[in-house]
């Protein structure tokens, strides 16, 4: 405080001295001008007869009589050429001789003056034509002593200096002074006030010492402690009737009983870009699908516990034909237990919004993954078009619905919030962001990024993965928007909208460890894709450049080669549907994991044996479960993933408690599972390493890691995630 109050009073006496040294320099100087000026005149009219007469001793008499009066330093007369004719005594050759003042006098005929340093000093010329008969004949020049000009502002520095430092010295003991005994002390006062009220010692609060600097803030800590005591009161007698039930996890169940005490009979909306169930004619039939997408595995088990409507895009190619009159199929298609609501989109809405903004824009923007985003102006405007749309069909449901609990998913629907708030102020709107959030430096690249924070500021609540996404966003809405910042409470309020920013970070279905049936003792789920080697190795990944799939490539190419003896011994299988093949970098990517595939499988196959089976297929949750559940270890090396839930998967179907799971650091599930082996994908020592590790590591070690992995995503599943994130945007208000 006291370096600040310093600096200000610094700044502000600095200025005020330049302000008054400039304004005295320019005072002395126009005043040494005039006194000068006015001796010229009046020694004109005795120096011109005499200079016309060629009286050289009389004008020499008379430069002499004037010359060392006051500062006057000397004078000199030059004839038509320049040449001196006469000067005074004093004046120095230097001075007098090769001085171009005169000639520019009488070459312009008029006066001329200027501040020349010399031999003697700063020193003021002025040069004064002499005429005869209107025509110039010569010069007389006046020279003035001015280095008193610098020491007058010398001065003046000086005096001001010494002001500027006792004023800092009193400014600095009163800011001591009223630090010490109006502020820190009573601060330590009512610290400790607060010590003993968390401390349980409500009795000694009483002997704090009071300070009515602070007596406002005195009573409502006061007020805080009697609430804190009745609190921890009301806690003990919970905890001690808690003590008397079994600790239930949160379940399908529990999550629909909480939903239907909480929300009393409010409806749920989710809207995200991927459905949850895709119809396609296959042979003729129509068949339906789950995409393989973190949304849908997140949100299907809460839609399927809470009812309520699902809004997303239709993308299949018999999607049309289940439809009522209203675009909406009630389901799961074997046991219904929602609606889904589907959205139209033209091939050139789908070009501009979904591959152009959200994937080669918004996706890389938010990945570090050393893709550079591509931004197009017709890609933004499909993408606020796309999200109008959306905010007119979901409008259109909730019209007769009383403050309905909207949740929106992912970055696909940034503006949607925001046009849902301006036209049902009373809907309660959350959206989570199912990626990271990157930096305000890095965000703001994009060159609507104003737009998509305000947009998602129209939300009640905006969730993010991790604490530092949160942090990012934070950052970004206060550094680069007109925001008001609240740490405290966690909120940034604009336009007069408050939002709150949660760290959620999201999980999958597990109930009580019990979701996972055993495995068929018959058949080897690996079979199919013909592995048959002692130990196997899993990846689940969509063909995505941020899933680190190369990178993982490269790891297991490494491990071959440091430990050759497990050639013909180990399989890595790696499940990778295309994912986005619109996006040609995702049509590129596709081919070049294919290609080293080949070329590692080239490289180390022997008989019927290749170290890498890929396969390129979509598998359904149940037969992902049966390869969880066999496999030795399950490796994800992604470049920089918002959670990774292939993560928790594995963990949840593990109920035997083995395998291993080696996870990058770079994946928010890292923060979670304490129990993983972490490396860094972009590693091939390390990735080789960590296969090694898992392949050899006794069950008892396994089962030790798997079971803190396993009781983490037990304690917080995604019932959990979706009861927090529900009550967070119904209590928003």
């Known amino acids: 405080m006291i370096l600040a109050v310093v600096a200000i009073v610094s700044l502000v006496i600095v200025g005020f001295t330049l302000n008054q040294v400039n304004d005295q320099k320019i005072s002395l100087s126009a005043d040494l001008e005039s006194r000068t000026r006015l001796l010229a005149d009046s020694l004109n009219e005795s120096v011109e007869p005499l200079f016309d007469s060629n009286s050289t001793a009389a004008l020499q008499k008379v430069l002499d009589k004037f010359a060392g009066q006051q500062r006057l330093l000397g004078m000199a007369v030059y004839d038509n050429i320049g040449n001196v004719v006469v000067s005074s005594q004093g004046l120095s050759d230097s001075i007098t001789k090769n001085n171009s003042l005169p000639g520019q006098a009488m070459d312009a005929n008029k006066d001329t003056g200027v501040f020349v340093a010399s031999d003697a000093g700063k020193i003021y010329e002025f040069a004064q034509p002499l005429q005869k008969d209107n025509v110039v004949v010569g010069a007389l020049m006046v020279v003035q002593r001015a280095d008193y000009i610098d020491t007058t502002i010398a001065q003046i520095w000086a005096s001001n200096l010494l002001k500027l430092l006792i004023q800092v010295l009193i400014i600095s003991l009163a800011i001591i002074f009223i630090l010490r005994f109006l502020i820190v002390k009573p601060v330590e006062s009512m610290t400790e006030s ?86 396609k004619k296959i042979k003729g039939e129509i068949a339906y699908s789950v995409p393989a997408s973190g949304v849908v595995t997140a949100m299907e088990p809460v839609m399927e516990a809470c009812g309520g409507l699902w809004l997303a895009y239709g993308s299949g190619d018999a999607d049309k034909l289940v439809v009522d009159a ?100 009373d809907a309660q709107v959350s959206i989570f962001w199912h990626i990271p959030w990157p930096t305000a430096e890095n965000f703001i690249i994009c060159p609507w990024y104003k737009e998509i924070v305000e947009g998602m500021l ?176 399950c490796l994800i090396t992604s470049l920089h993933d918002g959670m990774n839930l292939v993560a928790k998967e594995f963990v949840a179907a593990r109920n035997d408690e083995a395998g291993v799971l080696v996870l990058s650091q770079f994946a928010g599930a890292a923060r979670d599972l304490k129990g993983a082996i972490v490396i860094n994908p972009y590693s091939a020592e390390q990735t080789a390493a960590a296969i090694q590790e898992a392949l050899i590591m006794p069950l008892s070690e396994q089962r030790r890691r798997m079971g803190k992995m396993r009781e983490s995503v037990k304690s917080y599943n995604v019932y959990r995630w979706s009861a927090e994130l529900i009550k967070a945007t119904a209590v928003s208000d």
């Open 194 to 279: 607060i010590r003993l009220a968390l401390a349980g010692k409500s009795e000694q609060i009483a002997n704090v010492a009071k300070h009515d600097f602070f007596n406002p803030l005195s009573r409502e800590i006061s007020k805080m402690t009697k609430s804190l005591v009745r609190a921890r009161s009301s806690a003990s007698e919970e905890a001690r009737m808690r003590l008397e039930k079994l600790d239930t996890p949160w379940t399908a169940q529990r999550l629909q009983e909480f939903v239907k005490a909480y929300l009393k009979g409010r409806s749920i909306f989710v809207v995200s870009n991927r459905e949850p169930y895709v119809h």
């Open 326 to 425: 209203q675009d909406k199929i009630q389901v799961p298609p074997d046991e219904p237990k929602y609606t889904l609501k589907r959205v139209w989109l033209t091939d050139e809405e789908i070009k501009g919004y979904y591959v152009g903004f959200s994937n080669e824009a918004l996706w890389p923007l938010c990945h570090r993954a050393h893709i550079r985003p591509i931004f197009r102006k017709e890609d933004w405007q499909e993408y606020r078009k796309v999200n109008g749309k959306f905010a007119q069909s979901l409008l259109a449901e909730i019209k007769n619905t009383q403050q309905p609990i909207i949740l929106v998913q992912d970055f696909h629907f940034a503006l949607l919030p925001q046009m849902i708030k301006k036209s049902r102020p």
């Open 458 to 633: 129209g939300a009640d609540v905006i969730g993010f993965h991790t604490q530092l996404y949160c942090n990012n966003f934070m950052d970004t809405a206060g550094k680069k928007l007109e925001s008001m910042v609240d740490l405290e409470q966690f909120s940034v309020k604009h336009n007069e909208h408050i939002t709150y920013i949660k760290p959620l970070p999201i999980s999958v279905d597990f109930t009580n460890g019990n979701n996972a049936v055993a495995p068929a003792a018959d058949k080897d789920p690996f079979e199919r894709f013909g592995v048959k080697t002692k130990y196997v190795g899993l990846g689940v990944d969509r063909l995505d450049y941020i899933k680190g799939i190369m990178e993982r490539f490269t790891g297991i190419e490494f491990f071959f080669k440091l430990y050759p003896g497990f050639r013909g011994q180990f399989t890595f299988l790696q499940i990778a549907p295309p994912s986005r093949q619109g996006v040609e970098k995702y049509r590129q990517f596709n081919d070049e994991v294919t290609a080293e595939a080949v070329r590692i499988n080239e490289e180390f196959s022997a008989g019927d044996w290749k170290p890498i089976v890929l396969v390129k297929e979509n598998l359904a949750h149940e037969e992902l479960d049966k390869l969880y559940r066999k496999a030795n270890f």
